[in-house]
């Protein structure tokens, strides 16, 4: 026979077998704390590993680009002009057929400028190897790398300054492009072509037109905020280049103008001892 009491501590005990689960408002708030603190740490890593591979791709395409040069100088037995005189066409346009583009190359009609307008579908194409996907550049044709025209600042060469680089732009039909002979300096110690950003839409940053070849002037190798006629890039700490032997390397901003202006000349006979 049960007691009240009996009972009673029967009633209870059913009561406390049954838990409430689930959050307190505090332990939620530590839990959101704890995923903050995480995605702080983790976003420069991801942002890290992401330009790390926007920059191999950069690399991969200067590399691609270093071996169309070769081959046409293999090919022709001497580079591309810079800026073809008159018509102003460019490098890149003469490598098309090296960089898996021979039907584009095909459709441009090389006796008419650059910009004609029978010229216009084909320049105004956007093409993945000429463009770093570093780069903000958005409009069409773009180019995110600039031949190296040579240099402005005074070198013991005999060559004209501004024309002492590999691509270099033709300022009269007696004008002729380099041959691999004529580099002097050595083709793993003469840049052909760099990354130059600030080249944009309103100085001819298009890879169809030759006048976005560049002359390096007083400047080193610059982060984003380059001027027209440096080596500048938007990755971090410097920029993509690949000399005339199709090397790519990485230029620290740490280097010296003077270094800089060696590496773009082909024949000044330069001492480099920083690179």
């Given at each position: ?174 004008v002729r492009p ?51 006629n440096e080596i ?44």
């Amino acid at each position: 026979m049960c007691t009240n009491e009996s009972r009673v501590n029967l009633h209870d005990g059913g009561r406390r077998g049954k838990y409430r689960t689930g959050f307190t408002l505090i332990e939620l708030i530590v839990v959101l704390a704890i995923i903050g603190v995480l995605t702080g740490l983790l976003f420069p890593a991801v942002q890290a590993v992401r330009e790390s591979a926007r920059r191999t791709t950069c690399q991969n395409n200067l590399r691609q680009i270093g071996t169309g040069l070769s081959n046409h100088e293999s090919s022709f037995r001497a580079l591309p002009m810079g800026s073809e005189f008159g018509t102003q066409h460019a490098w890149s346009s003469r490598i098309l057929p090296y960089l898996d583009q021979a039907n584009l190359e095909t459709s441009i009609d090389f006796r008419k400028p650059w910009d004609d307008i029978l010229n216009q579908p084909a320049a105004s194409t956007n093409l993945q190897v000429f463009a770093c996907p570093s780069s903000l550049k958005n409009y069409a044709g773009a180019t995110d790398y600039c031949g190296i025209a040579g240099t402005y600042r005074t070198t013991v060469s005999s060559l004209a300054d501004g024309r002492n680089g590999v691509l270099y732009i033709a300022n009269s039909p007696s004008v002729r492009p380099v041959r691999f002979s004529e580099i002097r300096d050595g083709l793993s110690s003469t840049i052909a072509v760099g990354e130059g950003v600030a080249v944009t839409e309103i100085n001819f940053g298009y890879w169809a037109c030759g006048l976005h070849c560049l002359t390096h002037e007083d400047g080193g190798v610059s982060n984003i905020d380059g001027g027209y006629n440096e080596i500048a890039s938007f990755h971090r700490g410097g920029a993509n280049v690949v000399f005339c032997d199709g090397s790519v390397q990485f230029l620290n901003s740490s280097l010296s103008e003077n270094v800089i202006s060696a590496l773009c000349t082909r024949a000044g006979a330069e001492l480099i001892n920083e690179f």
